[in-house]
């Protein structure tokens, strides 16, 4: 009846996602970081309904943004499929929605308001939203984009980019970096 053997999640080992090299999420960490590249975002929008994560594969980000009520639609762009598939066998703890209020699946990815587009984000966006389309574009804007994407040198990086694709191409209110 020690602690450690009431809260065995607490003592167990740390699990830790390196791609390519690059530390990206630790089990340890996964509470603190994905809660906050999420929350301020989510709440800072009065309703929002259409949520776009770029990143994200092992889930975490997901499960946040599957926590708001309001929320109808989230399209997760991951590069990688492969990376979700690994995720989920050897990581569920961070894609589990199994305690969220309301929710009938164990795995976020099997919410009916997610879908997934595997490729480049930057390339989708470029591609679905075009000035000419004013009515089509109202239709496509996010409400909240959440990046949860370590870049360490490629398009992301491009501030005048980034900037322009934030600023009045997709979202309609926050946007969290």
């Known amino acids: 009846r020690s602690y450690e053997s009431t809260h065995p999640e607490h003592f167990g080992p740390d699990k830790v996602l390196f791609l390519d090299g690059i530390l990206q999420s630790t089990l340890f960490g996964d509470a603190p970081y994905h809660e906050s ?24 980000t997901l499960r946040e943004v599957l926590k708001y009520k309001s929320v109808e639609e989230v399209v997760v762009f991951e590069i990688d499929e492969e990376l ?3 995720c989920a066998m ?13 929710s009938n699946v164990t795995s ?20 679905s939203f075009d000035d000419d389309l004013e009515n089509e ?5 996010f409400d ?20 322009s694709l934030f600023n009045g191409l997709t979202a309609d209110g926050v946007v969290s970096l």
């Open 37 to 60: 590249i999420v929350h301020p975002a989510m709440i800072t929008h009065t309703n929002p309904k259409r949520v776009a994560i770029i990143g994200g594969g092992e889930g975490a």
């Open 84 to 86: 979700i598939n690994l």
């Open 90 to 102: 050897y990581m569920p703890e961070w894609s589990d929605c199994s305690d969220i209020e309301g």
């Open 108 to 127: 976020c990815f099997d919410d009916s308001r997610v879908s997934m587009v595997f490729g480049d984000a930057i390339t989708w966006f470029i591609n």
């Open 137 to 141: 574009l109202e239709e496509k804007k």
């Open 144 to 163: 909240v984009i959440i990046m949860d994407s370590l870049d360490t040198g490629g398009l992301y990086n491009n501030t005048s980019f980034v900037n």
